[in-house]
């Protein structure tokens, strides 16, 4: 019986860790509070490495996105989180809230075909190529 249970715990725990990413700490001091709503970017960064790191930041400093780059010169799907009203806490952006990415810390410009970046809901995908420094 002991060993079952300890068994369905065991399980329970890994399916929380895959369903919820557990928060995670990226660019200095900033959390990332991943929620249920997400917008997906992805594209290329020419410059951008294997291991190199990908975070969004609303114009209010929260962290919302963060992604490390698998493949040189690409990245995504990067879940830019939304903010979850049902908490007190602000993790994620708002409804046409501008978005800022950086590589490394280093912040990126997006195309100007594109212009501002905002977070346009849950579930939308949008594809952005940046040319890096």
Same mark, same amino acid.
């Given at each position: 019986?002991?060993?079952?249970?300890?068994?369905?715990?065991?399980?329970?725990?890994?399916?929380?860790?895959?369903?919820?990413?557990?928060?995670?700490?990226?660019?200095?001091?900033?959390?990332?509070? #991943?929620?249920?709503?997400?917008?997906?970017?992805?594209?290329?960064?020419?410059?951008?490495?294997?291991?190199?790191?990908?975070?969004?930041?609303?114009?209010?400093?929260?962290?919302?996105?963060?992604?490390?780059?698998?493949?040189?010169?690409?990245?995504?799907?990067?879940?830019?989180?939304?903010?979850?009203?049902?908490?007190?806490?602000?993790?994620?952006?708002? $409804?046409?809230? #501008?978005?800022?990415?950086?590589?490394?810390?280093?912040?990126?410009? #997006? #195309?100007?075909?594109?212009?501002? $970046?905002?977070?346009?809901?849950?579930?939308?995908?949008?594809?952005?190529?940046?040319?890096?420094?």
């Amino acid at each position: 019986m002991f060993q079952r249970t300890v068994g369905v715990c065991i399980v329970l725990a890994l399916f929380c860790l895959v369903a919820y990413p557990s928060v995670v700490t990226g660019n200095g001091s900033r959390v990332l509070r #991943p929620t249920p709503l997400s917008m997906d970017f992805y594209g290329s960064i020419n410059v951008a490495r294997s291991g190199d790191e990908v975070t969004v930041l609303t114009d209010k400093g929260v962290l919302c996105g963060l992604f490390v780059v698998e493949t040189p010169g690409q990245y995504g799907f990067l879940h830019v989180y939304g903010d979850d009203r049902a908490t007190e806490v602000r993790e994620g952006a708002e $409804l046409n809230e #501008p978005l800022f990415f950086y590589l490394n810390g280093v912040l990126l410009s #997006p #195309p100007s075909s594109i212009g501002k $970046l905002v977070w346009l809901g849950d579930g939308r995908r949008l594809r952005v190529d940046f040319l890096g420094r």
